[in-house]
């Protein structure tokens, strides 16, 4: 699992087959916002910089295969988790764990 920008999605999409993507939004600017103050962590300007960043990333939404909203931590873990879960699960992921199986039918 890796946290990365709009970019980095696109070329490890590009480079890995099969790569899943999971686009995190907060459920609007305002609690984005809210959320990069509470953290108190960062300047006024970089607050700024990065609300900015955020909108333009949001614009890319449709290059994933997921967007995940968060608007609660539990429930987005669940969600997250569920994501996880179907893609490992996903036909072309299990070919390998199917044949064998298949083979035991074969002659019955």
């Known amino acids: 699992m890796l ?4 970019q980095g999605a696109r070329q490890l999409k590009e480079k890995i087959h099969g790569a899943v993507s999971i686009f ?3 459920p609007s600017r305002r609690i984005l916002e809210e959320r990069l103050r509470a953290r108190s962590q960062d300047s006024d300007e ?9 909108a ?6 449709s290059l994933y295969d997921y967007v995940l909203v968060n608007r609660e931590v539990a429930s ?3 969600t ?5 879960k179907a893609t490992r699960s996903r036909r072309d992921r299990m ?8 083979e035991t039918f074969k002659n019955a």
């Open 46 to 54: 970089v607050i700024a910089r990065r609300l900015r960043d955020a």
């Open 24 to 26: 995190i939004l907060a």
């Open 3 to 6: 946290d990365i920008d709009v």
């Open 95 to 102: 070919e390998k764990e199917i044949r064998p199986i298949l």
């Open 80 to 84: 997250l988790v569920a994501i996880v």
């Open 76 to 78: 987005s873990v669940e």
């Open 56 to 61: 333009e990333e949001i614009r890319n939404y």
